[in-house]
């Protein structure tokens, strides 16, 4: 049974920073596509950042461009997003995703696994 073990997350004031890690497991040596979705109160889950199993390749959501960064760890079933800049309109629950596979494309569609979700909040 694959789940995906999430950590960190929290309150910061805004302009601080935050970082969440997220393990596949037991170990794989699969291919998996990972990333990071949110859902703010009242509002739909929406995409955040995505990257591919090598690592060479990611992608993110406009409004955290510049501001998160996603990374993979070593070995690669850990995957991290550390957000700096963190404004009011980050808070919401933070959710690891894992899609088999190859490339970075990361939809709610083609997710295989979840996270539990983690916290942030941002106060201003």
């Known amino acids: 049974q694959v789940q995906l073990v999430e950590s960190g997350g929290g309150l910061v004031q805004a302009g601080g920073s935050l970082r969440l890690s997220c393990v596949i497991s037991p170990r794989t040596y699969s291919n998996y596509a990972m990333g990071w979705f949110r859902q703010a109160p009242g509002k739909e889950r929406e995409f955040v950042a995505a990257?591919?199993?090598?690592?060479?390749?990611?992608d993110y959501k406009d409004s955290v461009k510049g501001r998160f960064t996603i990374s993979r760890g070593n070995p690669k079933n850990t995957v991290y997003l550390q957000m700096n800049s963190l404004v009011p309109e980050d808070t919401a629950v933070y959710y690891c995703?894992?899609?088999?596979?190859?490339?970075?494309?990361?939809?709610?569609?083609?997710?295989?696994?979840w996270g539990q979700g983690s916290q942030v909040t941002v106060s201003s």
């Open positions: 995703a894992a899609r088999r596979g190859g490339g970075y494309g990361l939809s709610e569609a083609n997710v295989n696994y």
């Open positions: 990257i591919s199993w090598t690592g060479g390749s990611t």
